[in-house]
């Protein structure tokens, strides 16, 4: 069952928060974080992510300006794809198992 009061917000801060989980190198998490909270203060939401891909697009001339690193705003397109694609496994993961507890077998076992 979807979240219907999950915000366009909370996807961004979700896939920052992912993106920042994965990396192992201190320098690299702080790069990151930055990019997180200058993508916070401007209220940007995943689109305005994905098109700082382009580097020729106004958006990635934004993103410069306020101090992402061209590496990263070019890379936000490649990231979110791959976000959204272990999002949707986890998702049909808990669906199996909520699905699993409701008709009493699996992992949950029935109560009487």
Request: glycine share 8%.
């Amino acid at each position: 069952m979807p979240d219907h009061n999950y915000t366009a917000d909370d996807a961004v801060k979700d896939f920052f928060q992912w993106r920042i989980n994965g990396l192992r190198a201190p320098e690299k998490r702080i790069k990151w974080r930055t990019a997180a909270n200058i993508a916070n203060q401007n209220d940007w939401s995943l689109d305005d992510l994905r098109a700082m891909a382009d580097s020729k697009s106004h958006q990635y001339q934004l993103a410069i300006q306020s101090g992402i690193s061209g590496g990263i705003a070019r890379s936000f397109l490649k990231e979110i794809r791959a976000f959204k694609g272990e999002m949707k496994r986890t998702i049909d993961a808990a669906s199996v198992l909520a699905g699993a507890a409701v008709s009493g077998g699996g992992f949950i076992p029935p109560t009487s």
